[in-house]
């Protein structure tokens, strides 16, 4: 047992995040969950809610290609069609947001989280993230981390505790349950 102050001597300091665990636990003991889990787990989230931009997508191609004149241009194109389909994939993306979040809030996991046995958990204490920080993870995630190849995403190869760009900026770590 260490003294008050000190850290077992197989951990290791973080300046700014006090005694972290060794390479794959969280302080308090709990297993860290793997690159290759959290991938699936979000495979599964992008496959549910590919189904429904799918079906949106389609019916786009379906009105641009049946607008289509024989002279290539869209003069017969349903103007307002297209608008709402459009309006539908921003709606779905901000369903999307405030399930993924809220689910977040009240288990720490999202839909393939919960199929893979991971959750998301406060990297200072181990504990349940707050809505702020829950609603703060799941945009960065889709607006920043997301971009540019998903960088963000690929962060989590790179990190000692697995933690793509936006657990990192967000205080948050994902542990294995199973």
């Not at 793997?34 to 991938?39: A, I, P, T, V």
């Not at 290609?65 to 297209?82: A, C, K, M, Q, R």
């Not at 989590?156 to 697995?162: G, L, Q, T």
Request: aromatic share 12%; net charge neutral; charged share 15%.
């Amino acid at each position: 047992m260490a003294e008050r102050g000190a850290a077992p001597s197989e951990w290791v300091v973080a300046p700014s995040e006090g005694w972290v665990a060794p390479k794959g636990l969280t302080p308090d003991g709990r297993v860290l969950a793997s690159q290759g889990h959290r991938l699936l787990a979000y495979l599964i989230d992008y496959g549910i809610w590919m189904v429904p931009n799918g079906i949106i997508g389609v019916l786009l191609l379906v009105t641009f290609v049946s607008s289509l004149s024989f002279t290539g241009d869209f003069s017969e194109l349903n103007v307002p069609v297209v608008l709402a389909l459009y309006a539908a994939l921003f709606a779905l993306g901000l369903l999307r947001l405030a399930l993924e979040a809220e689910k977040l809030t009240r288990r720490g996991q999202t839909w393939g989280m919960q199929a893979m046995g991971l959750r998301a958990v406060d990297a200072r204490n181990g504990g349940s993230i707050t809505r702020g920080r829950a609603w703060a993870r799941t945009a960065f995630a889709f607006w920043v981390s997301s971009q540019v190849f998903g960088f963000g995403y690929w962060w989590a190869f790179f990190d000692d505790r697995n933690r793509a760009l936006h657990d990192l900026v967000c205080a948050v770590v994902v542990i294995d349950e199973r």
